[in-house]
């Protein structure tokens, strides 16, 4: 089957701490970090072992590719056969050398700008040397008022090709004018801007796409709770199926991305995981791509 995992382990350190961020942070220790590189490591050897064709978003709650073992596992699974696309949601802090040894037509990034956290010329050069390795990315900043003039300002300095999204703040309300600027920036902005309804509404999740954490424990999305069974030992594939959501709203694009009563699939055909469209307006090579599982 095909089948998207979207994996959180225990990491919880950043190196960031943005005040609008609704993930706690703290401080790993050393046994923590060894604990989350144990549960990464296994993680990987399934992948590696599956018979599925996989498609796998890593979603940490803080920062992973400032640790060797993030960068390894990506670059390793990139260059496997079965993986369709291998991706992570960054900060985009770390170096970017350590992409030469992956197969970038299957490895992409998911980059958020977070102003006050970092200088702006060091982010707009990392994103830089992205594209000058032909790297496959995203990058998007939270809609606070604040951040609006620093948007601007990165969708000018970006390369035309790169998407830059931006995400609805967390309880902000966003009246039409102030929406305006946004969708400006953003032509998929209006997706963000409310919750959308879900309560009964049909979604991949739990059917072809899956929430795992450190443990294996699997879930049809980061968002409910039930447990559909263990990554390893194979217990959740009796319980892959269609399914209607159960919450009353969905305001993540990780999670309402798969509703399909929207066309979302559609729109990032090929960049579901790494949150490019397939095209946008103002982009100036549209780069639509086609995932098929392909020897290497």
């Not at 594209?131 to 990315?137: E, M, S, Y």
């Not at 606070?144 to 609805?168: E, F, K, Q, S, T």
Request: glycine share 8%; charged share 25%; with cysteine.
């Amino acid at each position: 089957m095909d089948l998207t995992v979207l994996y959180r382990g225990p990491l919880a350190s950043c190196d960031y701490d943005c005040p609008y961020c609704p993930f706690a942070k703290r401080r790993d220790s050393t046994a923590q970090l060894r604990a989350d590189r144990e549960a990464l490591d296994r993680f990987a050897r399934w992948a590696a072992d599956s018979e599925d064709d996989l498609s796998l978003l890593f979603t940490p709650w803080g920062e992973g590719l400032v640790r060797s073992w993030y960068r390894r596992t990506l670059t390793e699974l990139s260059q496997l056969p079965h993986v369709r696309r291998v991706a992570i949601q960054t900060n985009l802090s770390c170096r970017t050398g350590w992409l030469a040894e992956a197969d970038l037509d299957t490895l992409a990034l998911w980059c958020t700008y977070h102003p006050g956290q970092t200088p702006y010329d060091r982010f707009l050069g990392k994103c830089r040397e992205l594209a000058d390795r032909g790297v496959r990315f995203s990058v998007g900043v939270v809609g606070l008022p604040g951040h609006l003039a620093a948007a601007r300002r990165l969708r000018d300095d970006l390369p035309p090709h790169v998407y830059l999204w931006i995400n609805a703040a967390e309880g902000h309300t966003y009246e039409d004018a102030e929406a305006d600027d946004w969708t400006a920036l953003d032509p998929l902005f209006p997706y963000s801007r409310h919750p959308h309804r879900s309560a009964g509404l049909p979604c991949r999740t739990g059917e072809s796409v899956i929430s795992v954490d450190g443990a294996g424990t699997v879930r049809r999305c980061h968002f409910v709770r039930e447990e559909l069974g263990n990554l390893y030992d194979g217990s959740y594939r009796a319980a892959l199926r269609p399914r209607a959501c159960p919450l009353a709203v969905c305001d993540c694009h990780i999670g309402y991305v798969h509703l399909e009563t929207l066309p979302l699939y559609d729109v990032f055909a090929g960049g579901v995981l790494e949150r490019v469209p397939s095209t946008f307006p103002g982009q100036d090579t549209p780069r639509p791509l086609t995932l098929t599982a392909r020897p290497k």
